[in-house]
């Protein structure tokens, strides 16, 4: 019922930026938070940022003063703002989000994830 389709992922070299984009449809009533999280190969796929509905922030230590999470909220798009890119930051960026969303007469919740896009830093 709700579906999450990322963007922006590539091959880029170390201290670069690249920007991730994450776009939710559906019948979405309400998204009550957005985050990305990461996978690099062999390791456990770790949280990077999360952004909530009212404005709150929190991000991985290693990502801290480097990436930035915001959102579009009339676009159920939430992006990822990576600058200073090291060669660790490989890794599949996956988006993840807490949604509200109807059917019928009803209304659910589910946590859906991306499809996942590829980012490669090259040192």
């Known amino acids: 019922q709700v579906q999450l389709v990322e963007s922006g992922g590539g091959l880029v070299q170390a201290g670069g930026s690249l920007r991730l984009s994450c776009a939710a449809s559906?019948?979405?009533?309400?998204?009550?938070?957005m985050g990305w999280f990461r996978q690099a190969p062999g390791k456990q796929r770790e949280l990077v940022a999360s952004?909530?509905?009212?404005?709150?922030?929190t991000y991985v230590d290693s990502v801290k003063g480097r990436f930035t999470i915001s959102t579009d909220n009339a676009k159920n798009t939430v992006y990822l703002q990576m600058n200073s890119l090291k060669p660790e930051d490989t890794a599949v960026y996956y988006c993840?989000?807490?949604?509200?969303?109807?059917?019928?007469?009803?209304?659910?919740?589910?946590?859906?994830w991306g499809q996942g896009t590829q980012v490669t830093v090259s040192s």
């Open positions: 993840n989000a807490d949604v509200e969303y109807y059917s019928g007469r009803y209304t659910y919740t589910t946590k859906p």
């Open positions: 952004i909530t509905s009212g404005g709150k922030t």
């Open positions: 559906g019948s979405i009533l309400s998204i009550n938070a």
